[in-house]
């Protein structure tokens, strides 16, 4: 078998799984959506190294929901220093800073990534979230976070503090491909697993919405002629609480 043929198979089984196995949990994440953007909260996305692209990926795009406030910190973000971020997201206190920084309302809700959930960033945002009274979904890798043991002080992992865990059925290890000759394993799923469970919460929460009565903020393409114009009312409407805008 080819090496591609190994990342066709192995991808699309995970992304069954998910559908086999998440879609509770992908409702349940959406009502939290639904009802806090309907409570005029807004979503915080927040990912560390490469968890930050998908918190990326449900921020200020066409077809996704307009109040998405993605917590980019270029201290953890792993797009800029990357080698470094890998070491800063695992120092205690770092994610108490990054949240205290953008400060959430308590009627915000916040979306909190990381395939093993065991670094300080991540645990430390979710856990201060939840004392503020934020509602948290963790989206994570549950059997990855539960081979390795917490690189935090307080051994908890990132879903000890989820109100809603979205497993992205991942292994140990990220992978889904692996070569004879090598111990390194390929093919990391966790994006593709993670976009695809992020825009079915998202699209479910749209669908809460309009089954409520309530007219969904969603971005259209500004690609479109009178897209542009037609999203700028959506970001007058929020552009004081968006910190990353």
Known sequence: MKGYELVFKGMLETLQKIQDTQVDNIKEAAKIVSDTIMNDGIIHSFGAGHSNLLAEEISFRAGTIVPVNHMSDVSVSGTVNVVRSTYTERLEGI??????HVNPD???ALIVISNSGRNAAPVEIAREAQK???KVIALTSVTYSKSQPSRHPSGKLLLDYADVILDNCGVEGDICATHPDMVQGLAPTSTVAGAFILHSVMAQAVYNMKDAGYE???FMSGNFDGGMEFN???LDRYWDRMRNW
């Open 216 to 218: 969904p903020p969603v």
């Open 106 to 108: 308590p009627k915000d």
């Open 95 to 100: 994610g108490q800073v990054i949240y205290e």
């Open 132 to 134: 503020k009274g934020n």
């Open 232 to 234: 700028q009312a959506l």
